[in-house]
Each structure stands twice: as C-alpha cells, then as structure tokens.
C-alpha cells in the first residue's frame, strides 16, 4: 500500500469569486466531505504552508505579485476578465502555491509515496504577468520551479489531465528540456490554444506535448491513451518527479467540460502511472487540484484518484482501442521526428 499524504486546510473556502462563478467553495466542500467518509485514517493529512514571496517569484513577475497583494484593500476585485477575487483570497492562493511545495517536499523527502494538494484556487492558467482561467498563482509549475532549485530534482514530468490546456505551465517550460509537459486537451475549449505542432522551442522543443482530444472520447479511450503514452514516455524521459495538475472537468458530469470520461479512469490511470514509475525507481508522485465543476463529479474523480495511490499494484496490461491508437500513433511520431523517442 502507498504512503499516501493530501493538503488539506479550510482556509481554501476562503477565496470567494461569487455565487455563480464555476470556480465556487462547494467544489472543494464535497470533496473534504468524501475524504472525511471514505478514507478517515487511511492519508497522512499535512496543513500547509503559505508559498514566501521568493517562492511565488520562481514564476511570477514581482509586478503582479504587487498588484495582487492590493487586492484585499477592497471586498472584491478583477484580476482578469474570468478570475473575481474577495478579500481574502490572497490567503487562498498563497496557500495554494505553498502546498504545492510542501508536497514536493514530503515526497523528495520521502517520508511519503505520494501527496494530492486538495486546494483552490486552481493554478494551470495562470501567466507569469497576469491572472486567467480562474488562476492566480500557478502552483503546479511554482512547486516544480522549486524542487529545481532548492532540492536539485533534474527531470520533471508534469501530466496535465484537465480538459484545458494548461497555457501557463506550458509558457513557463517551453524551453526548458528538464521539464517535459503532457497535456490532453480540447482545442475548442478555454484557452483556445495549447495544438500538436507546438512542442517546445529551442533546448525544449519536443519537451512539451500537446494532445487534443476529440469530442467523443469515452473512459476506455482515455485510460488506453494514457496507458500507452506514459508506457513509452516515462522510461524514455526517467522523471525524478511526476507533478500531475489534478483537473477532473473531463467527467461526464462536468459542465464545462463536454466530454463523457466516467470517474473510474482515474483509478486506472494512476494505478498505471504508479507502476510505471516504480519500474523506473522513481514512485514520487505531487498532484495538485485543478478543475472540475460539478461538485458531486470531482469528489467522485477525487475518490477513485486516491484509491489508485493507496490500494496495492495490480501489474500492468495496457489495452487499445481504435481511438486511442489513432491518437497515439500520432502524438509518438512527433516525438520520434524529434528524437525524444527511439
């Protein structure tokens, strides 16, 4: 059985963007109420710390961070057209950010397999300058510009499963060859970017992995894409670290996402991913919650998620299907063209 941590504080809920922005405290609610039902003394559960200002400055311009930190002189504000913030929100991101570190760090560290940041405001979207998508901080890629250079960690994998393209991940590394980013995605949803052909530029070109999914992608499609990608991905690249941006907006239920991949897949998925790792030597795995708008969709996706850390490995068989090879076939070749594969 995995060593199993999650992040969890209430001060998340405190990040108001209004009663019916999509991004709203009752998605995190059900899933610290499923935690509470389903896995009650089976996680390490770890508060977090606030991310310092050196940290969020990995990423973020000082500029931003300066007007951000303006933000609770009124009770709300528009940090962007999309992302609303209260008076306190400022808390929630800095948490948000922080707990992304305070992951990497317990699993560098090893005193845990694993770790899931269950914490909001997401963070995918966000850009060096500027605030989008309903993210402020982007803390998947803070946490990772950390683990680079303040615990020596080499080779990071970051696998964003989302159904939008993490725009701000994928600015952040786009040169960097140490961090190959994976993200399946729909084109014709927010961001409206994020296509095949962009695979990094100049030492990072073919570092970053673009795969846009078509609108009838079902649960086995998914988990057969991803069993087979990361089958040939992870011994190629060898990860020192898997950062996973946690978005669950793919569930049939979502409604912003538009697809019907059930909650199960993600009990697959991970129970792959974990596997794949080990055979490599490396089982050290931080995901930190993106999207997901039904609150009832992501507590299940939550759910099966965690089982896939903690419940022993089942081996390994990935299977096909027709999409998923299709898909495959292509996203491979244009990392062969590059020579990032063999």
């Keep these: 059985m995995g060593r199993v941590g999650i992040i969890r504080d209430e001060r998340f809920l ?26 009650k003394g089976r996680l390490k559960e770890i508060l977090p710390r606030p991310a310092t200002l050196g940290d969020v400055e990995l990423v973020h311009s000082p500029d931003y961070i300066e007007r951000f930190l303006k933000t609770p002189e009124q009770d709300f504000t528009m940090l962007s057209p999309d992302t609303p913030v209260s008076k306190n929100s400022y808390i929630s991101a800095f948490l948000a950010a922080g707990a992304a570190i305070e992951a990497i760090k317990r699993v560098i560290g090893g005193m845990l397999n694993s770790c899931f940041a269950l914490v909001r405001p997401p963070g995918h979207h966000a850009l060096k300058d500027r605030a989008m998508g309903f993210c402020i901080f982007n803390n998947i890629a803070i946490g990772a510009r950390f683990a680079q250079a303040k615990l020596g960690i080499r080779r990071i994998l970051i696998i964003d499963w989302d159904v939008h393209f993490g725009n701000g991940i994928s600015e952040e590394f786009y040169s960097d060859p140490s961090v190959f980013y994976l993200s399946t995605h729909r084109l014709e949803l927010f961001p409206y ?6 695979m990094g530029k100049g030492d990072g070109l073919g570092f970053n992995l673009n795969i846009p999914l078509p609108p009838h992608m079902g649960t086995k499609d998914f988990v057969a894409l991803y069993q087979n990608l990361l089958k040939e991905l992870i011994p190629a690249f060898n990860p020192e670290l898997t950062l ?38 490396s089982e050290r795995i931080v995901l930190s919650l993106e999207g997901g708008y039904d609150p009832l969709g992501l507590a299940l996706c939550v759910r099966e998620t965690i089982r896939g850390l903690l419940e022993p490995l089942k081996g390994f068989e990935a299977f096909k299907t027709d999409l998923s090879q299709e898909i495959l076939g292509d996203a491979l070749n244009r990392l062969r063209a590059l020579g990032v594969l063999g």
Excluded: N, W
Aim: proline content about 9%; overall charge negative; cysteine-free.
């Design 14 to 39: 405190e990040h108001m963007p209004g009663p019916t922005h999509p991004e709203h405290p009752r998605r995190l609610k059900a899933v610290y109420e499923m935690v509470d039902r389903e896995f």
């Design 193 to 198: 970017s994020g296509r095949p052909e962009e």
């Design 244 to 281: 996973i941006a946690a978005g669950f907006d793919v569930h049939s239920s979502d409604p912003l996402g538009r697809l019907s991949v059930e909650e199960t897949a993600f009990y697959e998925i991970t129970q792959s991913l974990r596997y794949l790792l080990k055979e490599e030597g």
